[in-house]
């Protein structure tokens, strides 16, 4: 019994150096990890924080109240960002599930049982016995957590947490510029119908003038087919613009989370196209490690394989339960809390798996390889983080000097509107010349239009690619 006694000490405290010891691993190889990230990328991986306040509405720059209600109920209704917040729940409800396993589990259990035994089992005959009793029993199982291993799966809960938080907030900032998009887009369809409807209108008076001059014998049929061709092939182009203006209000309505008639009255009411012409402070590239959801996303997710890797190593450790139970039994109702009716079990239990055909060391070198994928993961994201800035930076700028070389254009094109019309009346030019002017001119005035649409959607691209927008 003393030779038992001193085995199960010497065992004991075999183990609590193991654990000792791997833990001290596990610290070592946590720090290595941040270190190795901060070295590589010259940012204290542990300080990331999600996101910044500094311009979380960045779309307010905009100066448009309704783009600012739009983005408001988009927030609050957008069934994917409830899907996203919904996944934050579910992992903190199962992060409370795991540590529950710190505390014990009790039981209480009352009942009554009838036995009847054969008097014919043995070689000997016997009389049939038959045995009714009351019983109630409470019972107590629990895990003590020496070894840490619920330590290790509660720390991969908690970072669960957090890559549901941070999606939680790329689901935020991707709605935010979805719907940014989606309006700038029906302002810009709407301003190319405006210009089609307008030119439409010149296209019908220059019309009805080769008409005019076509009946007093001043001009040829040849003019009259060729305004009807301008005017009607400008005409033909309103219903496809119209298509494209209720297409971005059906948008509109999804990312809301409504129908299109549940959409603000403003968004069927003209609008002009905000300006595009803004300054962005863009910071650090360092500052996109503390800004951008995806990258912390990204981070957060090796804290989750960090933390598998834990519980695959904590495999490899005992543990150890303890199970009792009291309870009573007794032949009649009223004897239930008497002495002699009391029974109870103490059961401490200490297990270790010696050998499982290997089983722990594959488990182990899967969450290792999961780790090293989920940083190169990270790496990946922060290097695409840098690429989108610069190409939305690049795409702004490049968009701008075009605004305002084309915006020169069309000046000198309604010049040239202007001057042709005036020679044709006076017959110096052929219609054609007019026909031309025209033409170029719409062209040119559609081009300045989807311009300016596009220099708001490479902004928004800009303020989504810096996690949400950056004040200097």
Same mark, same amino acid.
């Given at each position: 019994?003393?030779?038992?006694?001193?085995?199960?000490?010497?065992?004991?405290?075999?183990?609590?150096?193991?654990?000792?010891?791997?833990?001290?691993?596990?610290?070592?190889?946590? /720090?290595?990890?941040?270190?190795?990230?901060?070295?590589?990328?010259?940012?204290?991986?542990?300080?990331?924080?999600?996101?910044?306040?500094?311009?979380?509405?960045?779309?307010?720059?905009?100066?448009?109240?309704?783009?600012?209600?739009?983005?408001?109920?988009?927030?609050?209704?957008?069934?994917?960002?409830?899907?996203?917040? =919904?996944?934050?729940?579910?992992?903190?409800?199962?992060?409370?599930?795991?540590?529950?396993?710190?505390?014990?589990?009790?039981?209480?259990?009352?009942?009554?049982?009838?036995?009847? /035994?054969?008097?014919?089992?043995?070689?000997?005959?016997?009389?049939?016995?038959? +045995?009714?009793?009351?019983?109630?029993?409470?019972?107590?199982?629990?895990?003590?957590? +020496?070894?840490?291993?619920?330590?290790?799966?509660?720390?991969?809960?908690?970072? %669960?947490?957090?890559?549901?938080?941070?999606?939680?907030?790329?689901?935020?900032?991707?709605?935010?510029?979805?719907?940014?998009?989606?309006?700038?887009?029906?302002?810009?369809?709407?301003?190319?119908?405006?210009?089609?409807?307008?030119?439409?209108?010149? %296209?019908?008076?220059?019309?009805?003038?080769?008409?005019?001059?076509?009946?007093?014998?001043?001009?040829?049929?040849?003019?009259?087919?060729?305004?009807?061709?301008?005017?009607?092939?400008?005409?033909?182009?309103?219903?496809?613009?119209?298509?494209?203006?209720?297409?971005?209000?059906?948008?509109?309505?999804?990312?809301?989370?409504?129908? =299109?008639?549940?959409?603000?009255?403003?968004?069927?009411?003209?609008?002009?196209?905000?300006?595009?012409?803004?300054?962005?402070?863009?910071?650090?590239?360092?500052?996109?490690? =503390?800004?951008?959801?995806?990258?912390?996303?990204?981070?957060?997710?090796?804290?989750?394989?960090?933390?598998?890797?834990?519980?695959?190593?904590?495999?490899?450790?005992?543990?150890?339960?303890?199970?009792?139970?009291?309870?009573?039994?007794?032949?009649?109702?009223?004897?239930?809390?008497?002495?002699?009716?009391?029974?109870?079990?103490?059961?401490?239990?200490?297990?270790?798996?010696?050998?499982?055909?290997?089983?722990?060391?594959?488990?182990?070198?899967?969450? =290792? %390889?999961?780790?090293?994928?989920?940083?190169?993961?990270?790496?990946?994201?922060?290097?695409?983080?840098?690429?989108?800035?610069?190409?939305?930076?690049?795409?702004?700028?490049?968009?701008? +000097?075009?605004?305002?070389?084309?915006?020169?254009?069309?000046?000198?094109?309604?010049?040239?509107?202007?001057?042709?019309?005036?020679?044709?009346?006076?017959?110096?030019?052929?219609?054609?010349?007019? +026909?031309?002017?025209?033409?170029?001119?719409?062209?040119?005035?559609?081009?300045?239009?989807?311009?300016?649409?596009?220099?708001?959607?490479?902004?928004?691209?800009?303020?989504?690619?810096?996690?949400?927008?950056?004040?200097?």
């Amino acid at each position: 019994m003393i030779f038992h006694s001193s085995l199960l000490k010497l065992v004991i405290a075999s183990f609590v150096c193991v654990v000792c010891a791997g833990t001290a691993l596990s610290v070592e190889g946590d /720090t290595w990890l941040r270190a190795g990230l901060a070295k590589e990328w010259g940012a204290d991986s542990t300080a990331l924080a999600l996101g910044d306040d500094v311009n979380r509405h960045w779309w307010q720059s905009f100066d448009d109240p309704l783009l600012d209600s739009l983005i408001m109920i988009g927030e609050r209704n957008n069934y994917d960002v409830s899907i996203a917040a =919904r996944r934050i729940d579910i992992a903190r409800s199962a992060l409370k599930q795991t540590q529950s396993a710190y505390y014990p589990q009790i039981g209480l259990s009352l009942g009554w049982n009838r036995t009847r /035994t054969s008097g014919r089992i043995e070689s000997n005959r016997g009389v049939a016995e038959t +045995v009714s009793y009351f019983d109630g029993t409470a019972n107590m199982s629990w895990e003590i957590d +020496v070894f840490g291993k619920i330590r290790a799966q509660s720390r991969r809960g908690a970072a %669960q947490v957090k890559v549901s938080s941070a999606e939680y907030a790329a689901a935020m900032l991707s709605l935010d510029a979805e719907i940014a998009s989606t309006y700038i887009g029906l302002l810009v369809s709407r301003a190319q119908l405006d210009i089609a409807m307008l030119h439409s209108e010149r %296209q019908k008076h220059i019309l009805d003038i080769t008409e005019t001059r076509h009946r007093t014998g001043l001009v040829s049929k040849l003019d009259v087919a060729q305004a009807a061709t301008l005017y009607y092939s400008t005409t033909a182009s309103i219903p496809m613009l119209e298509a494209s203006i209720e297409a971005s209000c059906n948008s509109l309505a999804v990312l809301l989370g409504t129908t =299109r008639e549940g959409l603000p009255a403003g968004v069927f009411e003209p609008h002009a196209i905000p300006g595009h012409y803004q300054l962005v402070g863009v910071g650090a590239p360092l500052d996109l490690l =503390r800004r951008r959801p995806d990258i912390i996303a990204a981070e957060r997710n090796i804290d989750v394989a960090a933390a598998s890797l834990g519980v695959a190593r904590s495999a490899y450790l005992p543990s150890l339960s303890i199970s009792a139970s009291i309870g009573t039994q007794a032949h009649a109702f009223g004897e239930l809390f008497s002495g002699p009716s009391f029974a109870y079990s103490v059961a401490p239990t200490l297990s270790w798996t010696l050998f499982d055909g290997l089983a722990r060391r594959a488990a182990t070198a899967s969450a =290792r %390889q999961s780790m090293e994928l989920e940083i190169d993961n990270y790496n990946m994201t922060v290097l695409t983080a840098v690429e989108e800035v610069r190409n939305a930076m690049a795409r702004y700028s490049a968009t701008l +000097v075009y605004i305002d070389r084309i915006s020169k254009v069309v000046e000198n094109s309604e010049e040239e509107v202007r001057l042709s019309l005036d020679q044709y009346k006076q017959g110096l030019t052929d219609f054609y010349n007019v +026909v031309e002017a025209q033409l170029t001119n719409l062209s040119y005035q559609n081009s300045l239009v989807e311009a300016k649409g596009n220099a708001l959607t490479a902004l928004i691209s800009l303020y989504k690619a810096l996690g949400g927008g950056y004040k200097m």
